[in-house]
Every structure is written in structure tokens, then in C-alpha cells.
């Protein structure tokens, strides 16, 4: 729940605090959606995965900007890097879940299709970590910094409300 305690939830529920919150996870997913894209994993499931959850952001939140263009999201990443980032996010599914119950529990009126899907595809997603944590030739320290740099690219938009300018997420 780091993230979500960045953004505030830590003091209750809030549309304000919810809003911050998708346009984060809007804009880390939408940097990285080349990265998704070229992964070469089965089916192209974590690209499909991610796909369906900018879906569901976009229905929350329809402000959002439309998916990027090549040129406009981050060019693709190692692979290492990009299990890395996908960890953050599919790690978020916990949040994702005491979010909705902070809402519920407020009977606050909010939409969540972007929440119940991130919730209803935990499984799935951590099974393909898994798979990937397994991988012969994962760099243990670039999937870290893939993962640094999901946070810090999600508590940076936090802060100051937009998309962030990527710079430090190229290779090394």
C-alpha cells in the first residue's frame, strides 16, 4: 500500500484521492505500454492484461488521455526491466482491494471498473510473474530498477498531477 498511502488513502476515502490515483496508474501504464507490447510472453498475455485495465481506467475516469502513440510512450525496455515494472503493478491488486472496501464501507458513489479488474485478474497476473521469476536470464538488478522506476514514475505523477517526463527509465 506505499503508493496508495502516497496519494493519501491512509487518511480515508475520497473521488479526489481515487482520481490521483488512476491518472498514476494511467500514466505508468500508458509510459511502459510499448514495453508490454514487445514482452514475448505466451499469448501476450501481460499486453492484453494491461490493455484491459487501461480500458477499465478509461472508463472511470474519461478525462484520460487516449492510449499513447508510439512516439509518445517510452520506446521498449529489456525484458528484466519490464517484469519489474509489471510486479508494481500487478502488486497493486492488494490495494486495489482495500481501496474498494474503504469506499464501500463509506458507501461513497465511485466507479471502480478499473479496481475489479485489476482485483479479478491478480491471479492470473501472479502467475505470470511467477513464470517470469523462473526465467533463465531475468537480471536481478534491472527487474529492480524496473520496479523503482514504477514507483517513482507513479508517486512523481502523484505529486504533481500529470504525466511525468520520462528520463531516467532508459536502459543502462
Known sequence: MAVENAIGFKNGFNTERLTNFY???WDCRTTFHNSFEALNDPD????????????????????????????KAT???DKSHTVGVFYVLAGSAMGARVIRNMALAQNAAFKSNYLDQLIATAGEQM??????????GIDEDRLICGAKDAFDLILNSTKIGGQTEYRRFQET
Do not use: C, M, W
Open 23 to 25: 491518472r498514476a496508474l
Open 44 to 71: 501476450g498475455r501481460i499486453s492484453k492484461i494491461n490493455n484491459s485495465l487501461l480500458t477499465a481506467l478509461k472508463l472511470d475516469l474519461p478525462s484520460l488521455d487516449e492510449l499513447p502513440s508510439h512516439s
Open 127 to 136: 502467475k505470470l510473474l511467477q513464470k517470469y521469476f523462473n526465467t533463465v
Open 75 to 77: 520506446p521498449p525496455l
